[in-house]
């Protein structure tokens, strides 16, 4: 897999694209943020929220977030010894907040411009927050945001190989587990066997399971902690 973003539109954040985007020139510097800010805007978006601000105040914080890191290096100084980048972020994110000058003129710093078009309010509001820290709202919106990355990418492979009908009838494996699959009727809808669909059904979840190891292990220097971010993922999902 190469460092950039598939057609799938499944932004990786691989340290050496990070490193990338704390660069200040060049095309594919200015792409490596751009995936950058997909994969984490509503991760941000939803601690600024969580901390107090109303949803223009945490859209023009988060864009204010984004363009310091591109503007004053900070990403060029990482260090990727350190742990995850995730980590980071929310450690980098909280300093930002504390820091009042730091809020001032969002929007004319970014030129009114969103790095990523998204309806990060509607998304927020559609989220249980209530009684979760703000730590706990962004990794809840992480792990999500990565999931659904994942699922996205996971169904432009099934279209790509001409099973885009098999993949909705069964996507529901994913997210609600092998019972959620009423497999007599979809094989009677696809024409298939309930055997056949099945086996399908197995093959999509490794196939997921797969994907989401590799999209985990794009965040991390060092692989052995892949096991320890999954399990973190689903803690936030809990």
Known sequence: MNEST??????????????????????????ALTDLC?????PVYAYIRRMGHNGD?????????????????TLAAVDRGKGRFRAFLLTDLAFFLADARAR???LRRGGGR???????????????VDGLTPERVFDRAWALSLLGAVIDRLQTEQAEAGKADAFEALKEVLTGGPRAVRYAELARRLGTTEGALQ????????????????????????????????????????
Do not use: N
């Not at 509607?122 to 249980?128: F, H, I, K, N, V």
């Open 6 to 31: 598939t057609p799938a539109g499944f932004p990786t954040t691989r340290w050496s694209r990070i490193v990338c985007a704390g660069s200040s020139e060049g095309e594919e510097a200015r792409q």
């Open 38 to 42: 997909r994969a984490y805007w509503f």
């Open 57 to 73: 105040e945490a859209a023009d914080l988060a864009q204010d977030y984004f363009v310091r890191l591109m503007e004053k290096g």
């Open 104 to 106: 001032q003129a969002a």
């Open 114 to 128: 969103r790095f990523v078009p998204l309806d990060a309010e509607g998304r927020y509001q559609a989220e249980p």
């Open 199 to 238: 086996v399908a059904a197995h093959r999509l979840r490794k196939r997921y399971k797969a994907l989401l190891l590799e999209a985990i292990g794009e965040t991390l220097d060092d692989s052995a902690e892949v096991e320890d971010e999954v399990r973190a993922l689903f803690v936030a999902l809990a």
